[in-house]
């Protein structure tokens, strides 16, 4: 048999070397011919004393394993006894370190790949909000109050003035539908002039929630904006006029 020369420090270690041979003689880790493995291995190793290699005791340590598992193979075999197969404990270490080698192969691949890649840390960039420049008349918002009525009265059921002989007129405050829409700001920083009138369940309420809307733009507490996008009126807390 040749002399097999290798550099030591181009291995990982022992393991390494070993897959190394087991792959060059193109057998199984499952049936490893140790005789010739554990033969190659100690020339590979031949000479490791004088090195500088700082894992030079985990060569020797496994030579000695090596040599422990082919004293085991040579001996005689007691056929009335079923014996573990000795390079069982070194196969399941070289399939082990196989499985982290490719692996460690797939990860450098990646690391290859974004080398050369650079990343800009996120910015927190602040763009100055546009002030809503359009001008609107009082006349702009109840012709869309006169849209949302007429929408209101076709679909509403009866209202209670219907019957005001039996049950009386009903009443209905702008103070608290005034008080009703600055709840829903506390809530929502915007809300749709027809989202405005939800739950209305009368002619005198949709009414008197509207006065409430004028009410409060009167008052610089909220603004009103048309958004083309909606094609409705936008209502906004006014925070500039705020005391």
Same mark, same amino acid.
């Given at each position: 048999?040749?002399?097999?020369?290798?550099?030591?420090?181009?291995?990982?270690?022992?393991?390494?070397?070993?897959?190394?041979?087991?792959?060059? =003689?193109?057998?199984?880790? %499952?049936?490893?011919?140790?005789?010739?493995?554990?033969?190659?291995?100690?020339?590979?190793?031949?000479?490791?004393?004088?090195?500088?290699?700082?894992?030079?005791?985990?060569?020797?340590?496994?030579?000695?394993?090596?040599?422990?598992?082919?004293?085991?193979?040579?001996?005689?075999? =007691? *056929?009335?006894?079923?014996?573990?197969?000795? +390079? *069982?404990?070194?196969? +399941?270490?070289?399939?082990?370190?196989?499985? %982290?080698?490719?692996?460690?192969?797939?990860?450098?691949?990646?690391?290859?790949?974004?080398?050369?890649?650079? $990343?800009?840390?996120?910015?927190?960039?602040? $763009?100055?909000?546009?002030? %809503?420049?359009?001008?609107?008349?009082?006349?702009?918002?109840?012709?869309? $109050?006169?849209?949302?009525?007429?929408?209101?009265?076709?679909?509403?059921?009866?209202?209670?003035?219907?019957?005001?002989?039996?049950?009386? +007129?009903?009443?209905?405050?702008?103070?608290?539908?005034?008080? +009703?829409?600055?709840?829903?700001?506390?809530?929502?920083?915007?809300?749709?002039?027809?989202?405005?009138?939800?739950?209305?369940?009368?002619?005198?309420?949709?009414?008197?929630?509207?006065?409430?809307?004028?009410?409060? @733009?009167?008052? =610089?507490?909220?603004?009103?904006?048309?958004?083309?996008?909606?094609?409705?009126? @936008?209502?906004?807390?006014?925070?500039?006029?705020?005391?």
């Amino acid at each position: 048999m040749d002399t097999l020369l290798y550099k030591l420090d181009s291995f990982e270690g022992p393991l390494d070397l070993l897959l190394h041979l087991i792959s060059k =003689n193109k057998v199984s880790i %499952y049936d490893i011919p140790i005789v010739e493995i554990t033969a190659q291995y100690l020339d590979a190793i031949s000479g490791i004393e004088d090195s500088q290699l700082d894992n030079t005791s985990e060569f020797l340590v496994m030579a000695a394993q090596l040599l422990y598992i082919k004293s085991k193979m040579l001996l005689p075999k =007691n *056929e009335e006894e079923e014996e573990e197969d000795p +390079r *069982e404990d070194l196969a +399941r270490r070289l399939l082990e370190y196989q499985q %982290y080698k490719e692996a460690s192969k797939e990860l450098r691949k990646t690391e290859f790949a974004t080398r050369h890649m650079f $990343f800009k840390e996120e910015e927190n960039i602040k $763009f100055p909000i546009p002030e %809503y420049s359009n001008k609107h008349n009082v006349s702009e918002l109840i012709d869309a $109050f006169g849209s949302i009525l007429q929408r209101k009265i076709r679909t509403a059921k009866p209202e209670k003035r219907a019957f005001s002989g039996i049950v009386g +007129r009903e009443k209905v405050s702008v103070s608290a539908m005034t008080e +009703r829409l600055l709840e829903r700001f506390s809530k929502s920083k915007r809300i749709s002039f027809i989202s405005a009138f939800d739950g209305a369940k009368s002619k005198p309420e949709l009414v008197a929630i509207f006065l409430a809307v004028l009410e409060l @733009i009167s008052q =610089n507490k909220i603004i009103a904006e048309f958004s083309d996008e909606e094609n409705d009126f @936008i209502l906004k807390e006014n925070k500039r006029g705020k005391k």
